[in-house]
């Protein structure tokens, strides 16, 4: 069984970053593709983006240039670095993993088998 928390997440401004961490367990983190997913109060959970294992990304249209996805394979964290943030970024996001050998970036949300507690980003106009 995989566990993965998410932490990072706060109350911060209109413009302003915050970066969140996923660290998730498991002797063979290298090999998780991971992702980052949110969802916001009375709307569904969205793709915001995602790495594979060799470190290819990608991201949803909504967060391109702002937002960076990467990871520390020696810590087994995955970190989201968030920029130039806008109220409507203000959701509950979530840190998801699966194993995965084929270098892929999966979007899909039921692509992924362990999923994190979720940790709260509001952003203040």
């Known amino acids: 069984q995989v566990q993965v928390v998410e932490s990072g997440g706060g109350l911060v401004q209109a413009g302003g970053s915050l970066r969140l961490s996923c660290a998730a367990s498991g002797r063979t983190f290298s090999s998780y593709a991971m992702g980052w997913f949110r969802q916001a109060p009375g709307k569904e959970r969205e793709f915001v983006a995602g790495?594979?294992?060799?470190?290819?990304?990608t991201y949803a249209d909504s967060v391109k240039g702002r937002f960076t996805i990467s990871r520390d394979n020696a810590k087994n964290t995955v970190y989201l670095q968030m920029n130039s943030l806008k109220p409507e970024d203000t959701a509950v996001y979530y840190c998801?993993?699966?194993?995965?050998?084929?270098?892929?970036?999966?979007?899909?949300?039921?692509?992924?088998?362990?999923w994190g507690q979720g940790t709260q980003v509001t952003v203040s106009s």
């Open positions: 998801a993993a699966r194993t995965s050998r084929g270098g892929l970036v999966y979007k899909v949300e039921t692509s992924y088998d362990y």
């Open positions: 790495i594979s294992w060799s470190g290819g990304n």
